[in-house]
């Protein structure tokens, strides 16, 4: 229990553990319920009853008379496995969760809410996916998403890989939202893949009727059974239940802190729209990959040293000093408008250069490309070494840049890696309609 | 057997009655987000669409109310505004923390209500998923337990008051798609609930008068769908059912009385269903080929849209479909009651046909087909396949809880105080924690600065305005419940005028002009100062106050420019002396011949010309002392 100080030595002394019924007489008035566990976080003066109308009260221990009315059970979730049988008439599609709760299950005794990791918690949770393919799970890790490191993005290329061997004919990643983008990009760069690889999640969490997962996961099994075999993130592309985005792994970032159409293509179209089902192409000129045309290839050797500083009007050198004294391989710079940073910098960035350190500027602006020939800033940091992004999004960047020093030291093979287009995450063109959700639709 | 007669013998009959309000705050933010707590009617600038999914328990069990909700497949339609709504609504930002002066207007009732205040406020989820809710719950939490209050017919128990947010507004249905509005989302509401321990409609009533004059001391909203009564009712044997919406307390005795007739009649139909062996197959039956050609109207348009035509039995309910049960409802209603909520406009029974267009012919195909028995019926649904089917297993499930008594129920009043079925009594188990928002203590020192700062209750106020301003009683009653001492002691305070005056206009004089369809409610408190400060510094005369009034609502002008229009100041000192300076002079024969004499026929004269804008003793006075002057 997470009862901690004087809460839970009392609890203890008292024989109370959480599932009992318990009493408490205050200033002539009893409360009767069961008692819940307390927030890891919260006070130690308080202990938490669920009173019989289901309402949760949380009561004072001080002047307070506490009595055991009856043991409960320790409530927990005990759930039979499910029988399903494959029907060798429908595509086989695998879920992998890293930790982001697409499905939940509530504990109405105590009100908890549990995260379903396992597959038959998930096809409990959302029986309709069955309808649509033969589902199997796996629930590779349990983090949250902001606690995401590079050596993960390995772990899930290479659970994915290992589900894609085994003859799936489409992957799920199953993901928190606030970094799904970098690690859309990491399994862009990492994978190969002759089948599509879809990273869905959700902005309301999955313990709420509300919850924009079902659409997502449902949506997403619609996109792995489709041909488009890239790293794709499936989410909602407007407030409405009605229909999902396909957006290219390198292409998408998270721009809203908590709205379900949170994620965007930049500098680029959403791929496809799946609505009812139904995968359809919102580009038809726009190339992509199609399901079978490669074979299955892990490159997962990274560089996690890498540094990302964001340049701004009171940035001191001494912070690219650091990560050049601190052994970094690699520095991403997220600079102003075109791509610059102050030019008291270039002396720091001609130091890197000097150490075969790689540095790329891409800009803060996210919509539109760099370009350091048109301000003298921008020429002085193109004599220093700096290797423009062009249009590609400060995330992405600095997971090519991850990916590539894991391909190379070589300061020049680097450049050449990071100049080159390899999975749709530059372009040369710039399109009017690339603008903030103009996709001209 | 009962009959439906005038005198029911409520005590005897074990009936109890709990009473559930709900009214609305008047906080400047909602519970939950800082849009301001009014309602719209402006044009929507967008709508949301969503659907809803029960999330189910870790014994794979859903809340029942929930679950069937879920079954009827709707999808959500919410009008939103940029400006008047947020994205905390319409569930696309995480809830702001709870609004503190919802919770200080909480601690008050409670307090008033000799309640005892929790230690810590914790935010609940309550799964409601028939849309009136974005997010698929309703954010609610316990505040305090245990108050009391007497009755002349006995002491009630006020046994719980739940802070939580008021539900989307619902606007109507159109092809699947229910639509609410977004407005009503997230103002604060209070629900005080009372122990089921009333056996009278008086008691229940006094009980809501007593709460409703509690609300009304603090910063509660006022108006029509700002307070909301449930009614909780059962009798013994009976089950307790849920009546939501009781807007009007004076129809309420029949509305119970309705309600306990139909406890009883339910009764009598299980024991009846119970004698005969009653038994609901769980079989659904097609009887699309029996009745391809018939004349029933509905039933052709069905199949000819490629619906079904299905049926089911119920061995043993033949002529109890057909019993009334409240006034012009049947058991027949109550079944097509569950099966409405699956979709169908109707069902079909045996105790009704031939009838409908369904031949007497047909219905002997049906009972051949079915193999209906004596005592035996059927219920007949036309519609979509998956309509028709849930539709008949709601009748089925209805049925069998037939033979075992009155069902646990949400049901809604009716304006003719009957009552309807709405969907199962929620279970407690459809609440969990709203991780969002921390837990709240309620501090000592919170507790004391609101019991430091009641304020006055509904009775102590009379008292006080009694002694006070020398009112008489029935003119503080008035002000009370019209909710005007505030206003009442301010203008006096404003104007100097004599308090009575000020309180008999706002009292009645108001109230008449309302009548006569005139806007009194957007009448500013400035204007009415300023009629009284007219009246006040001697500009208008006491009997031109209403008609000023009157003047400054239909011309939308100030009290002054109202009374020149009207022609109702007062002249000054100086010009009603010119004006009987001159009557005088104008009837000199008069004055020498009559001397004094001719102060009555003169005043006449003078009042006639001065009507309403000279005071009379003023009139007597400047007259006699003129007459005076000139015999000089």
């Given amino acids: 229990m997470s009862y901690r100080g004087r809460a839970k030595q009392f609890l203890e002394s008292q024989n109370i553990s959480i599932g009992d019924m318990i009493s408490i007489k205050k200033n002539g008035t009893e409360y009767r319920g069961m008692l819940l566990d307390r927030a890891e976080d919260a006070d130690q003066m308080h202990i938490v009853l669920k009173m019989d109308s289901g309402y949760n009260v949380g009561l004072a221990l001080a002047e307070a008379e506490v009595k055991l009315l009856e043991k409960g059970d320790k409530p927990e979730i005990n759930l039979p496995p499910l029988d399903i049988h494959r029907d060798p008439g429908k595509m086989d599609v695998s879920i992998i969760s890293t930790g982001g709760t697409v499905a939940s299950i509530i504990d109405y005794k105590t009100g908890a809410v549990h995260p379903a990791f396992t597959a038959d918690d998930l096809l409990r949770a959302t029986p309709e996916l069955l309808d649509e393919a033969n589902i199997s799970g796996k629930a590779i890790m349990n983090i949250l998403s902001e606690n995401m490191k590079p050596e993960f993005w390995v772990q899930s290329a290479c659970a994915v890989a290992d589900e894609i061997n085994e003859g799936a004919d489409g992957v799920i990643v199953a993901h928190g939202t606030d970094t799904m983008h970098y690690t859309a990009a990491a399994l862009s760069f990492i994978m190969e893949s002759p089948v599509p690889i879809v990273i869905t999640g959700a902005q309301r969490s999955s313990d709420r009727p509300s919850s924009d997962a079902f659409l997502n996961l449902m949506s997403s099994v619609a996109m792995a059974k489709s041909d488009i075999a890239e790293v794709t993130v499936c989410m909602h592309p407007t407030e409405n239940d009605n229909k999902a985005h396909i957006h290219r792994g390198t292409r998408v970032r998270k721009m809203h802190t908590s709205r379900r159409d949170t994620f965007n293509s930049i500098n680029s179209p959403p791929l496809a729209k799946v609505k009812d089902g139904k995968v359809k192409i919102i580009d038809k000129k726009f190339a992509y990959h199609k399901r079978g045309e490669c074979q299955l290839e892990v490159n997962d050797s990274l560089e996690e040293k890498v540094g990302f500083i964001k340049s701004y009007p009171g940035i001191a050198a001494e912070l690219l000093d650091y990560h050049i004294d601190k052994g970094y391989r690699g520095l991403l710079i997220e600079g102003t408008g075109l791509g610059h940073c102050p030019d008291h910098l270039i002396p720091s960035l001609q130091r890197a250069a000097d150490e075969e350190i790689p540095v790329l500027m891409t800009s803060q602006c996210l919509y539109g490309r760099t370009n350091l020939n048109v301000y003298s800033t921008g020429r002085k940091l193109l004599s220093a070494g700096v290797i423009p992004a062009g249009d590609m999004l400060p995330e992405v960047a600095y997971v090519k840049l991850v990916w590539a020093l894991g391909q190379t030291s070589k300061l020049e093979e680097v450049k050449k890696i990071i100049e080159t287009n390899l999975k749709g995450e530059m372009d040369e063109k710039s399109s009017s309609k690339y603008f903030l959700r103009d996709y001209g639709e | ?632």
């Fill in chain 2, 1 to 632: 057997m009962i009959e439906m007669d005038e005198n029911i013998d409520y005590e005897k009959l074990g009936l109890m009655m709990g009473l559930e309000i709900h009214q609305q705050l008047n906080t400047t933010k909602k519970l939950f987000c800082p849009c301001e707590c009014e309602l719209t009617d402006k044009k929507p600038d967008y709508r949301v669409l969503r659907y809803l999914r029960p999330t189910q328990s870790e014994l794979g069990k859903i809340d029942r109310a929930a679950f069937e909700e879920s079954r009827r497949e709707l999808t959500f339609l919410y009008d939103a505004y940029p400006q008047h709504t947020c994205l905390v609504e319409s569930d696309d930002e995480p809830p702001h923390p709870l609004n503190q002066e919802a919770l200080e207007i909480g601690l008050i009732i409670a307090t008033l209500l000799d309640m005892q205040v929790v230690d810590e406020f914790h935010t609940m989820r309550k799964q409601v998923i028939d849309g009136s809710n974005t997010g698929g719950f309703q954010r609610t939490g316990l505040l305090a337990i245990q108050g009391h209050m007497n009755t002349p017919y006995g002491r009630v128990v006020i046994e719980n008051l739940c802070l939580e947010e008021d539900a989307a507004r619902r606007m109507g249905q159109r092809k699947g798609k229910v639509e609410f509005r977004l407005d009503r989302l997230g103002i604060p509401l209070l629900e005080i609930t009372t122990d089921p321990s009333m056996n009278h409609p008086e008691q229940v009533r006094e009980v809501a008068y007593q709460i409703g004059q509690v609300l009304r001391s603090t910063k509660v909203k006022r108006g029509l769908g700002t307070i909301r009564q449930d009614l909780n009712i059962s009798i013994r044997e009976g089950a307790r059912v849920e009546v939501k919406g009781v807007q009007d307390l004076d129809s309420m005795e029949q509305l119970v009385k309705n309600e306990v007739m139909r406890q009883l009649k339910l009764l009598e139909i299980r024991d009846e269903l119970r004698k005969r062996g009653a038994l609901v197959e769980n079989q659904i039956y097609d009887l699309g080929e029996i009745l391809q050609d018939t004349e029933s109207k509905i039933i052709a348009k069905a199949i000819k849209k490629g619906g079904k035509v299905l049926s089911i039995k119920l061995n043993g309910y033949k002529g109890l479909i057909g019993k009334e049960v409240q006034p012009g409802r049947r058991f027949g209603t109550e079944l097509a009651g569950y099966a409405k909520k699956m979709g169908v406009a109707g069902i079909f029974h045996t105790d009704e046909l031939p009838a409908y267009g369904i031949t007497s012919q047909e219905v002997e195909l049906i009972n051949g087909f079915l193999e209906i028995g004596e005592n035996d019926a059927f219920i007949l649904v036309a519609d979509e396949g998956d309509i028709a089917r849930n539709a008949l297993e709601e009748v089925q499930r209805r049925a069998k809880i037939a033979t075992e008594g009155v069902p646990e129920e949400t049901r809604k009043a009716l304006d003719d105080a009957n009552t309807e079925y709405l969907r199962p009594l929620p279970t407690a188990s459809r609440m969990y924690v709203e991780t969002d928002i921390p837990t709240q203590m309620v501090s000592s020192e919170l507790l004391e600065r609101v019991r430091a700062n009641l304020p006055e209750l509904p009775e102590e106020k009379k008292a006080r305005i009694i002694n006070e301003y020398g009112l008489s009683e029935d003119l503080s009653h008035q002000l009370v419940r019209q909710d005007r001492v505030k206003q009442f002691e301010e203008i006096v305070a404003g104007c100097g005028v004599e308090p009575t005056t000020v309180a008999s206009l706002l009292a009645y004089t108001l109230k008449e002009l309302r009548r006569e369809g005139l806007d009194v409610d957007n009448l500013p408190d400035s204007h009415l100062v300023g009629t009284f400060q007219l009246l006040k510094q001697g500009k208008i005369s006491k009997d031109a106050v209403s008609d000023v009034l009157v003047g400054v609502l239909k011309k939308n002008c100030t009290p002054e420019e109202a009374a020149t229009n009207l022609n109702l100041m007062m002249l000054s000192k100086e010009d009603v002396k010119g004006i009987i300076i001159e009557i005088v002079a104008s009837n000199e024969k008069m004055v020498i011949e009559r001397n004094m004499g001719a102060m009555g026929p003169l005043m006449g004269t003078a009042m006639k010309q001065l009507k309403g804008k000279a005071d009379g003793k003023l009139v007597n006075k400047l007259l006699k002392e003129e007459i005076q002057k000139y015999l000089k």
